[in-house]
């Protein structure tokens, strides 16, 4: 089991994609007691005017539910801002970030009829380890979804790829 550090918040530095910034919002300290990690929040702006066009969190560590059926990661985009790979762009820009926590690998779970969360996450350097059964006592899960994909993205991975020519 790799170190993961819990101390937060980090100093996310500049967060910037061509149009796509992320802010932070929010940072939640976690409450490990009762299961809580510590969560960062984005809202994804378009950098140009510094309009709202989704948001996006963070989660420093997997708990049982979370490696279930959450992951690290939760995106949103608004439905007038689709169609720019914003989520996957996001998640991208935060790899620094859970590096910095001492993450070696993200998490990042959707239904398997959500095909433009799963596209996002092929987008973020995700690959799919397998598709289980939602447990029956899922918090707030969406009606109907009785599975949930997970897909694995390797940082160090995503760091040789960033690097490369
Ligand atoms: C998932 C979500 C964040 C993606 O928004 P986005 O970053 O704007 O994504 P895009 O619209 O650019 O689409 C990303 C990819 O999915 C594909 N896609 C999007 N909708 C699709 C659909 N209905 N059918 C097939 N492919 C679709 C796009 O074509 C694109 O892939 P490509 O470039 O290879 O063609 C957005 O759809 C959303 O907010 N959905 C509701 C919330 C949600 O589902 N969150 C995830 C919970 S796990």
């Keep these: ?18 149009d796509l910034t992320l802010a932070l919002v929010q940072y939640l300290p ?7 990690v510590p ?4 809202h ?24 279930a059926y959450g992951g690290n990661v939760g995106y949103y985009v608004d439905p007038a801002f689709r ?15 859970a590096r910095a926590h001492g993450l070696k690998e993200l998490c990042i779970t959707c239904a398997p009829e959500n095909v433009a969360s799963r596209r996002t996450c ?7 380890v397998d ?14 979804r009785t599975m949930t994909c997970r897909y694995r ?3 160090a991975a995503a760091d040789r790829d960033r690097r490369a020519p």
């Design 44 to 67: 994804m702006r378009r950098a140009s005017d510094g309009v709202r066009v989704g948001e996006v969190d963070l989660r420093i560590g997997l708990t049982e539910r979370l490696h």
């Design 131 to 144: 598709i289980v059964p939602l447990p029956a006592d899922a918090d707030d899960p969406e009606p109907g």
């Design 122 to 128: 092929e987008l973020a350097g995700g690959v799919l």
């Design 1 to 18: 089991m790799h170190h993961v550090s819990a101390a937060g918040p980090l100093e996310p530095g500049p967060l910037l994609d061509g």
């Design 153 to 155: 993205v390797d940082l």
């Design 83 to 97: 169609g720019h790979h914003y989520a996957a762009r996001s998640v991208r820009l935060l790899f620094a970030l």
């Design 39 to 42: 969560m960062y929040r984005f």
């Design 30 to 36: 976690g409450r490990p007691s009762e299961g809580y």
